[in-house]
């Protein structure tokens, strides 16, 4: 399949996806096997196992040392191209390791840091307390509904947090509503096509499957940016 994607158009593939599944108007629906569960929730979602959530007692593997080096957090950042006064959402925030990078490129605009761990939310408030990223606001969410106003923010990121959504189809149809006409997903996630990354499957996600999964909310796939060791970086679009 990604030989093909390289090869199709954007608009092209997007057609062959609709005629697959609804975009935005059903749900696609979930199914719930024990018998099959390995080592996530037992639960699947257009045929991708569910992994477990990362705790909020593992927030220190979030500020990890080495992560600088796996993830190139600032590159990423500089590769989202924000505007100064954009409103990003960074869904799954956990302890705001990228929150807070972001919201020193959009010093006029706001940085909605959302997670479902109030735990996870203290932690950004504490390092708010020291006079960083004033221009972030926590938002604790469900675990199907990321609580965003429709129409109000420019893009959204979620960094490996997607594939532990027990909600995909509910929550990114929630970011799909908050979007503004035009508006960017960047969905990272480590890659599910190289057996060489040292992630768990469940943890991983194949760029196949993940615009399988956005298609259905009518996000549409621009591009992906492959300049980190071990992830994609997905850039969905909502239609203007």
């Known amino acids: 399949m990604i030989s093909i994607l390289k090869r199709l158009s954007v608009p092209f593939l997007l057609l062959a996806l609709a005629a697959q599944f609804t975009q935005a108007a059903e749900h696609p629906g ?16 257009m045929g991708r196992e569910i992994s477990f959530v990362m705790g909020h007692l ?3 593997w979030l500020n990890r040392p080495g992560r600088i080096m ?9 590769n989202m191209n924000l ?11 956990g302890s705001g390791y990228f929150s807070f990078r972001i919201a020193g490129k959009v010093s006029d605009g706001e940085v909605l840091a959302v ?16 006079g960083k990223g004033g221009n972030i606001r926590t938002i604790l969410g469900a675990i199907d509904d990321p609580r ?6 420019d893009a959204a990121i979620m960094v490996d947090a997607y594939h532990e959504f027990s909600h995909p189809f509910e929550m990114m149809d929630g970011v799909y509503r908050a979007l503004k006409p035009g508006g ?19 943890h991983k996600m194949t760029q196949e499957q993940a615009i399988l999964e956005m298609a259905v909310v009518g ?8 300049f980190l060791p071990w992830q994609h970086m997905m850039i969905f679009t909502k239609p203007k």
């Open 58 to 60: 593992a927030a220190d």
């Open 70 to 78: 796996e993830e190139m957090p600032d590159e990423v950042v500089a």
């Open 115 to 130: 997670d479902i761990q109030q735990e996870m939310l203290d932690l950004i408030v504490q390092r708010q307390a020291d």
């Open 148 to 153: 965003l106003p429709e129409n109000s923010i």
């Open 83 to 93: 505007a100064p006064d954009e409103v990003v959402a960074d869904i799954g925030a």
């Open 219 to 226: 996000l549409e796939w621009s591009e992906t940016l492959d």
């Open 30 to 45: 979930y199914l719930v096997d024990p018998e099959r569960r390995t080592t996530g929730i037992g639960k699947f979602y």
């Open 184 to 202: 960017r997903v960047f969905l990272l996630e480590y890659r599910g096509e190289d057996a060489s990354v040292p992630i768990r499957p469940l």
